[in-house]
C-alpha cells in the first residue's frame, strides 16, 4: 500500500513569491492535515481537510491556505512568503476515528530567500 | 488548548543504555497519546500509541504507559542502539469534532553513540 506522497521535494522561492505544496493521502483516508517543522520550532499545526471541508485552522496568517480536491488530495498555498516560512512541510492523513491516528509523508523543504 | 511538554534535548547515550524521555501533556476530554520518530532526512513514522488510560503501548523495544492522573507518557526502552539516534515527539490528540489534530512538542533528539 503507497504512504502518503508529498510533491516537490523541494522548492525554493524568493520573497513575495506564491508556493503551492502538493499532498496525496494513503488510499482511502479522507482527512488531510498540514503541519509546518521550522527549525528548533517542532511541528505547528497549519491546516485540517476532510471530506473536501477546511474543518480546523492553526494559529497562521490568512495567506497560508488551501483546498482538498475530490480525489482527496490537497493543495497548500503560501502567498506572499516571507524568509520566516522557511521550513519542512509535513502533510498527514488519516481515517476519521476515535484515536485519530495520522501518518505522515516525507514533506517538501521550502526554502525562501 | 492542548500542549505538551517534553525533556529538552539532546540526549547522548552510549549503546546498550537505557532510555526516558518525559512527556506530559494538557488536553481536554480523555485524548489518544502517541510518540512519533523522525528519522535524519526523513518525515514523521508513528512509534506506539495508547487509546485510554492505563494503556501500554510498545513498538521495537519502546514503550510508553498513559498515565491520566500524572497526565504522563513517558517514553522508555531498556537497551538503545545507534540506529534509533532520531528525533522522537510526543503528540497528544484531540478527539473528534473540529479540535481533531495532534499537538507536538518540539521534539527529544537522541544521539546513541558506540
Known amino acids: 500500500e503507497a504512504g502518503v506522497t508529498q510533491s516537490p521535494t523541494h522548492l525554493i522561492k524568493t520573497r513575495g513569491q506564491q508556493a503551492t505544496l502538493r499532498c496525496s493521502p494513503i488510499?482511502?483516508?479522507?482527512?488531510v492535515y498540514w503541519y509546518q517543522q521550522a527549525l528548533g520550532l517542532g511541528l505547528q499545526f497549519l491546516l485540517w481537510y476532510d471530506e473536501g471541508e477546511e474543518r480546523n485552522r492553526g494559529n497562521f496568517p490568512p495567506r497560508f491556505s488551501g483546498r482538498q480536491f475530490p480525489n482527496y488530495s490537497s493543495e497548500l498555498n503560501v502567498n506572499a512568503l516571507e524568509l520566516e516560512d522557511s521550513a519542512l512541510y509535513l502533510c498527514?492523513?488519516?481515517?476519521?476515528?476515535?484515536?485519530?491516528?495520522?501518518?505522515f509523508g516525507p514533506g517538501t523543504r521550502l526554502t525562501v530567500l | 488548548g492542548d500542549s505538551v511538554t517534553q525533556m529538552e534535548g539532546p540526549v547522548t547515550l552510549s549503546e546498550e543504555a537505557c532510555l526516558t524521555i518525559n512527556c506530559t501533556y494538557t488536553a481536554t476530554g480523555y485524548p489518544s497519546l502517541f510518540w512519533y520518530v523522525q528519522y535524519p532526512g526523513e518525515g514523521l513514522q508513528l512509534l506506539l500509541k495508547?487509546?485510554?488510560?492505563?494503556d501500554k503501548g510498545s513498538n521495537k523495544g519502546f514503550e510508553a504507559t498513559y498515565r491520566k492522573e500524572t497526565t504522563s507518557f513517558h517514553l522508555e526502552k531498556g537497551s538503545v542502539q545507534v540506529s534509533d539516534s532520531a528525533v522522537y515527539f510526543c503528540?497528544?490528540?484531540?478527539?473528534?469534532?473540529?479540535?481533531?489534530?495532534?499537538?507536538f512538542g518540539t521534539g527529544t533528539r537522541l544521539q546513541v553513540t558506540l
Open positions: 498527514a492523513s488519516s481515517l476519521i476515528s476515535r484515536d485519530n491516528e495520522q501518518f
Open positions: 488510499s482511502g483516508h479522507t482527512s
Open positions: 503528540a497528544p490528540s484531540s478527539r473528534g469534532g473540529t479540535a481533531s489534530k495532534l499537538t
Open positions: 495508547a487509546t485510554k488510560a492505563d
